[in-house]
């Protein structure tokens, strides 16, 4: 006899590099099988599917996260009308804690999740929000690339007790370097540092050329404009970054969940009826999180609202856990910014304007 369960066929995909794990379930049916990672892989899936859809059996699926190797997939399901869910691999304990581990059975664990709407989902953004994300993505690796190298110039210099009394990496700064490795530094440390300073050029000359793909993005979009250049330290990178890290405000239905997301929450420590808060937990969105500590330290000492806040708690907890807490609050305004739609209201038109001059004429290249 036919039931609401024999209906629902829950589907498990596990990825990998080279193939996907497929395994399809309910009390009627159990198949499992393996398909390439590949377009080729991709077609056989959906022909597979295709005479239980035909039979009226609604397909719930479920494919962990994996790096990027689940999109093709998660894309090619959502086009053929599955509903499919990415499992976020944390979450799903019943994978996470399983003594016997194969692709096989996660792919298995996952149909009966699916099959059953347990899956514990991580948030899929549409196509452009993807795509865009990447794009910036790939400006803060890039940026992070860049500081790591000069890092390792000045580990060298520290090496020698050298320091240039002011921005090293400015043509004045390379003039002195420069000067220290013909005079100061040993053979070997000189050509590491030409070769750092090299690296660095390149990673310039990308930045710049991403920066200019972004201004033409930021330029169109009424929300970096209207909303989110007015907070001090935030500029159009940061915007979108921002924007599209978060993509659909909605999901958070506090600012609170938002915080908790980026990693900027202080953890708690429970025992009885005691409790007190740590250190942030750092589990969250790395990239959100590190660009808003650098924005905060800027908003700190020129932000008319955040200013006297910073000012407060350094005085009483010291500059790291100060700033901490401005991005904290940033965080916090953003979400309230982007839900009411409307700037924000510790705004200066001045850095406004500057910051408009500089997006339209990097859009303009």
């Not at 804690?97 to 149909?111: F, P």
């Not at 002195?176 to 050029?201: C, F, H, M, P, T």
């Not at 901490?324 to 304007?353: H, Q």
């Amino acid at each position: 006899m036919e039931t609401e369960t024999t209906k629902i066929l829950g589907l498990g995909v596990d990825i990998s590099k080279k193939r996907a794990e497929i395994c399809l379930k309910n009390p009627a049916v159990a198949d499992s099988f393996a398909v390439s990672n590949d377009d080729q892989g991709i077609s056989t899936l959906l022909r597979k599917l295709k005479p239980y859809v035909e039979a009226g059996l609604v397909v719930k699926g479920a494919i962990e996260s994996t790096g990027n190797l689940w999109m093709r997939v998660y894309e090619a399901l959502e086009q053929s009308g599955i509903d499919i869910a990415l499992a976020n691999p944390l979450k799903t304990k019943a994978i996470a804690e399983a003594r016997i581990k194969s692709d096989g059975i996660d792919a298995s664990i996952l149909a009966d999740l699916a099959r059953a709407d347990l899956v514990a989902k991580c948030y899929v953004p549409d196509k452009r929000t993807r795509e865009v994300r990447s794009l910036v993505r790939y400006r803060v690796d890039l940026a992070q690339r860049s500081t790591e190298l000069k890092n390792k110039v000045h580990n060298i210099l520290d090496k020698y007790s050298l320091r240039y009394d002011g921005l090293l990496f400015t043509d004045r700064g390379l003039e002195w370097l420069n000067e220290q490795v013909r005079n100061r530094l040993s053979v070997i440390d000189g050509q590491l540092v030409n070769s750092y300073l090299k690296e660095i050029a390149t990673m310039e000359e990308l930045i710049a050329s991403v920066e200019r793909q972004m201004a033409k993005l930021a330029i169109k979009d009424k929300k970096v404009e209207q909303m989110l250049l007015g907070f001090t330290g935030i500029d159009y990178y940061g915007a979108l970054l921002l924007l599209y890290e978060i993509g659909d405000i909605t999901r958070f239905s506090n600012p609170r969940k938002l915080v908790s997301w980026a990693g900027l929450a202080p953890s708690l420590h429970q025992s009885g009826i005691v409790s007190y808060t740590g250190r942030i937990t750092k589990q969250g969105n790395r990239r959100v999180r590190w660009y808003l500590v650098e924005a905060a330290q800027r908003a700190a000492r020129y932000d008319p609202k955040l200013k006297p806040f910073y000012e407060r708690i350094a005085q009483r907890k010291g500059h790291q856990k100060a700033i901490v807490a401005v991005a904290r609050k940033i965080l916090v305004s953003v979400y309230w910014v982007l839900t009411r739609n409307e700037p924000y209201d510790g705004y200066r038109d001045d850095v406004k304007t500057r910051k408009l001059k500089r997006l339209e004429r990097l859009s303009a290249c």
